[in-house]
């Protein structure tokens, strides 16, 4: 499997499951994962588990923007009314919100079977990186 291919999977996975981190100059969808999981060494096993893991997440995320794009149709009925129902509007709000969690909580769970495939080096390596990755989203969220 070719390295590109890993780090494109896991950085959309995790950026799906809101567990990456933000890369210095970088907006919200710049992440560094991908980088720190690809100086992992990964073996093939490994990579094949990742990018399984990534269909799965955006099977599921997949599910979760289908719900969203119905809801739009809710929507778009309350806010033709003269005065919209803001409990409604806050119940479909709280809904969306719902499913986001529960598809934040699936990437989790994905992403810890694949780090169970990590050896004991891998993983102190990604929380090395990982450390120096927060350091470096400290510095720059202190402007």
């Given at each position: 499997m070719k390295k590109p291919l890993i780090i494109a999977t896991?950085?959309?996975c995790l950026a799906v499951s809101g567990a990456?981190?933000?890369r210095p100059h970088g907006g919200p969808g710049m992440f560094m994962l991908g980088r720190i999981l690809h100086d992992l060494n990964l073996t093939d096993a490994q990579e094949d588990a990742a990018v399984q893991m990534r269909k799965d997440?955006?099977?599921h995320g997949k599910e979760l923007r289908r719900?969203?794009?119905?809801?739009?149709?809710e929507v778009a009925t309350e806010l033709k009314k003269p005065k919209p129902d803001a409990a409604r509007l806050h119940?479909?709000?709280d809904q969306r919100l719902e499913d986001v969690k529960k598809v934040v909580h699936y990437g989790i769970d994905r992403f810890l079977s694949f780090h169970a495939t990590l050896t004991n080096e891998q993983r102190a390596e990604l929380g090395k990186e990982m450390e120096k990755g927060q350091r470096h989203a400290k510095m720059w969220a202190d402007d």
């Open positions: 896991l950085i959309a990456a981190i933000a997440i955006m099977k719900a969203s794009v119905e809801s739009m149709d119940s479909i709000a």
